[in-house]
């Protein structure tokens, strides 16, 4: 098996054509994965995510340095892992925020069932209890595995 590493374009095109990946949080030295839909956006290199208000949202209130995974496994020879590290940030319903809020839900709403899961427990309508939010990117790795074909 042969593992490549990806550029910076590579990884911020393979987060771009998926949108589901298992975010890593951290509170008082506790790890805590979970999978998350998001988008991501190259220009801006960050993702976008929804959520109902829960542990996730209340630890990366507590410590916003967060990582987001995203992979593609065709088998164990044959695979593409990125990670990024970077900050978590909530996007507020005020009027400075209407801009970027509008962006977000534009590219969001480009996913199938993109309010899943985090509207899932929410009533239609009731979406007090959610938070549209940002992972900016502050550093990015990737990796791709391949078969080296015999010789």
């Given at each position: 098996?042969?593992?490549?590493e990806?550029?910076?374009?590579?990884c911020?095109?393979?987060?771009?054509?998926?949108?589901?990946?298992?975010?890593?949080?951290a509170?008082?030295?506790q790890?805590?994965?979970?999978?998350?839909?998001?988008?991501?956006?190259?220009?801006?290199?960050?993702?976008?995510?929804?959520?109902?208000?829960?542990?996730?949202?209340?630890?990366?209130?507590?410590?916003?340095?967060?990582?987001?995974?995203?992979?593609e496994?065709?088998?164990?020879?044959?695979?593409?892992?990125?990670v990024l590290?970077?900050?978590?940030?909530?996007i507020?319903?005020?009027?400075?925020?209407?801009?970027?809020?509008?962006?977000?839900?534009?590219?969001?709403?480009?996913r199938?069932?993109?309010?899943?899961?985090?509207?899932?427990r929410?009533?239609?309508?009731?979406?007090?209890g959610?938070v549209?939010?940002r992972?900016?990117a502050?550093?990015?790795?990737?990796?791709?595995?391949?078969?080296?074909?015999?010789?």
């Amino acid at each position: 098996m042969r593992i490549h590493e990806l550029t910076i374009d590579e990884c911020l095109a393979f987060l771009a054509a998926r949108s589901v990946g298992r975010l890593g949080v951290a509170y008082l030295g506790q790890p805590y994965v979970v999978p998350i839909h998001y988008a991501f956006d190259v220009e801006r290199r960050c993702a976008y995510a929804f959520s109902a208000i829960g542990q996730k949202v209340e630890w990366m209130r507590s410590n916003p340095a967060v990582c987001l995974e995203v992979d593609e496994v065709g088998d164990k020879d044959h695979w593409t892992s990125v990670v990024l590290l970077g900050r978590y940030s909530e996007i507020g319903r005020t009027a400075e925020d209407a801009a970027e809020r509008q962006h977000c839900e534009r590219l969001l709403e480009q996913r199938d069932e993109w309010w899943l899961p985090g509207a899932a427990r929410s009533p239609q309508h009731e979406l007090s209890g959610v938070v549209l939010y940002r992972i900016e990117a502050d550093r990015l790795t990737g990796r791709r595995a391949s078969r080296v074909a015999a010789q």
